[in-house]
């Protein structure tokens, strides 16, 4: 069976729709012709690789052939390697490694930070970010203040403050238009796409009963983009700092923002929101596009495949697992192989 497309977006995202997938971002210094030129060639490899675009006449590209089938291998790894089976949280439950013990001596789990990242939901005594005079505000409260406030348990030194607004502040020049691409490919959510081809145990999570996580399509993986894309906006500027300063970033900073903004597009896929392939078509987007966007084009871009490849636990996955699905190891998964094309550096052969 094919699995049906998503479905129109309702008038609230269609408010977020940029004018077509040759869109370019604000910040792009090349001209129109040349962004297209990117953005066509990725869509091109999606459809072939990860999954086909939506048209009229149906789907379109190489990845129809294959997409039942994939949709539900890929699905029931997913439940092995992170759902734990039944009504358990499984990975969400777990508190992301390498990251420190809060101030106030109790773990977050990857729940507590998918939940923050999706809809700030964490201090329920107050839920707005205004507080009453003369009330100190909690742990919580400061971790859960904006999207983005959660570094505070990554990195407890750094100004949280100043880190949303370097996270954040050049987001909307830097992304791709990322609801026109949603709805070219029209990619069904993974827990509709599990009930369709019946795979036993995928479960599937919302940051909260208020916030309904996920209501348009799958491909690409917004938070997973938005992630790489605001750690490099940070390393950006305090690599810039660095130059006026000559003081120095600690290897345990790189390493905190790198786990931090990996660790964003993985808990979707810890969550059942997201598909294993959306974030290779973010991830492979985001290397794409790194070196047209920051000032400091190498040293991003190094830092950045550094995080995904070393820090992402589904990176790993992919790596280590899509390649049983193919029973001549020689010949590599296609979604794969889009992925080694874009990092050889994680080429398990090279």
């Known amino acids: ?18 004018g077509g997938i040759h869109t370019p971002m604000y910040e792009w210094p090349g001209t129109r012709e040349e962004f297209a030129t990117l953005i066509s060639s990725w869509v091109a490899e999606v459809a072939e690789s990860l ?10 590209g190489g990845a129809n052939a294959r997409m039942t089938e994939a949709a539900r291998a890929e699905l029931a790894l997913a439940v092995d390697l992170y759902h734990g089976g039944g009504d ?34 964490h201090d ?19 971790a859960s203040r904006t999207i983005g406030s ?4 990554y990195e407890p030194g750094f100004d949280i403050t100043r880190f949303e607004t370097l ?6 020049g830097l992304q791709p238009p990322i609801f026109d691409i949603k709805q070219h490919f029209q990619r069904p959510r993974p827990w509709t796409a599990a009930t369709a081809l019946g795979v036993k145990g995928f479960r599937w999570i919302t940051a909260d009963g208020i916030t309904h996580t996920g209501v ?18 940070v390393l950006d500027a305090l690599l810039d700092e660095l130059k006026q300063t000559g003081q120095g970033l600690s290897g345990t900073q790189i390493r905190s923002l ?4 990996v660790d964003w597009g993985d808990r979707r896929v810890f969550a059942g929101v997201h598909y294993m392939t959306d974030n290779i078509a973010s991830w492979t987007l985001a290397r794409r596009l790194i070196p047209h966007l920051f000032r400091n084009k190498q040293q991003v871009e190094n830092f950045a495949v550094q995080a995904i490849i070393h820090h992402s636990q589904v990176f790993k996955d992919i790596v280590r697992h899509f390649g049983e699905k193919v029973p001549d190891r020689s010949v590599l998964d296609p979604a794969l192989q889009m992925l080694l094309r874009d990092f050889p550096e994680a080429n398990p052969t090279s």
């Open 150 to 153: 959660n570094y505070l348990i």
């Open 167 to 172: 996270f954040w502040g050049r987001m909307r």
């Open 124 to 142: 329920r005594k107050y839920q707005f970010l205004i507080l009453p005079p003369g009330e100190v505000p909690s742990f919580d409260f400061r």
């Open 258 to 261: 790198q786990k931090y903004m």
């Open 216 to 233: 348009h399509p799958a491909i690409l993986s917004g938070h997973c983009i938005q992630g790489i894309l605001g750690g490099c906006s």
């Open 51 to 60: 999954w086909p675009a939506w048209s009229n006449d149906g789907w379109v």
């Open 88 to 121: 358990n949280l499984g990975i969400l439950a777990e508190v992301p490694e390498d990251v420190p013990v809060p101030p106030d001596g109790h773990p977050r789990t990857h729940k507590w930070h998918y939940e923050i990242e999706d809809a700030l939901v």
């Open 1 to 18: 069976m094919a699995l049906a497309p998503f479905g129109v977006l309702n008038d609230g995202h269609k408010g977020r729709l940029t």
